[in-house]
Structures are given as C-alpha cells and as structure tokens.
Nanobody, 127 residues
Framework: QVQLVESGGGLVQPGGSLRLSCTAP????????IGWFRQAPGKEREGVSC??????????YYADSVKGRFSISRDNAKNTIYLQMNSLKPEDTAVYYC???WGCGYGPIVSSDFGFWGQGTQVTVSS
C-alpha cells in the first residue's frame, strides 16, 4: 500500500505564506501526476492544483480560487512535490491532501481520478 505523507501545514495570519510538501517513502512520484485537494469543515473536497508526471507534457492546474497565489512544483531528486501558498486568506483554511493520478487531465481535477492519498495536513489562516 502506497502512503503519501503531507507536511508543512500550520497556523498563519492572513496574507502570510506556507509551503506544503508531499512525499512517499519507498515510492517514486516522478512518474505520477500529483494533485492537491483541500476540505474545509462542512464543505466538499476541492481540487486545488495538479502537476503532470515527468513523462507527460508539462502542465499545471490551479483552481480559480488560488490562481496567482499558489504554485505547485516538483523536486524529483527529493521525491517531493511542493505547494507554495502565498497571500493566504481565511477561506483557505482546510485540511490539505496530496494524491496520485496518471495525469492531471485538462481543467478541474476530481478526487475520483486519484488513487493513493495522504492523511492530510491542517492549514489554518486566522488572525
């Protein structure tokens, strides 16, 4: 069973930044698309961002709600995917999850297309 591990969450003030990391001990992530999702209490899981695998055409996706503020990237040497989150808002508060897929597709990402998931990391944006 593949287990992804998220880290980097925490409490930050509005306007602040956090960088989330996603890794998978014993499992190589570079041949998998990686998506970031989030889920706030009482809300449906939302697809936030996605990055294609290294053997696909370079492509990244961002939800409209985070476009221009969040940035997804890979460090294949470290087997890690990052989600840099800037200009954070209280509405970004949620548990953030990373997950694997064969590809990001084009357009909004849906959780049913993603196979292996992490346990999530809490992000709280509050003054």
């Amino acid at each position: 069973q593949v287990q992804l591990v998220e880290s980097g969450g925490g409490l930050v003030q509005p306007g602040g930044s956090l960088r989330l990391s996603c890794t998978a001990p014993g499992f190589t992530l570079d041949l998998h698309a990686i998506g970031w999702f989030r889920q706030a209490p009482g809300k449906e899981r939302e697809g936030v961002s996605c990055i294609n695998s290294v053997d696909h055409m370079p492509y990244t996706y961002y939800a409209d709600s985070v476009k221009g503020r969040f940035s997804i990237s890979r460090d294949n040497a470290k087997n890690t995917i990052y989600l840099q989150m800037n200009s954070l808002k209280p509405e970004d508060t949620a548990v953030y999850y990373c997950a694997t897929a064969w590809g990001c597709g084009y357009g909004p990402i849906v959780s049913s297309d993603f196979g292996f998931w992490g346990q999530g990391t809490q992000v709280t944006v509050s003054s």
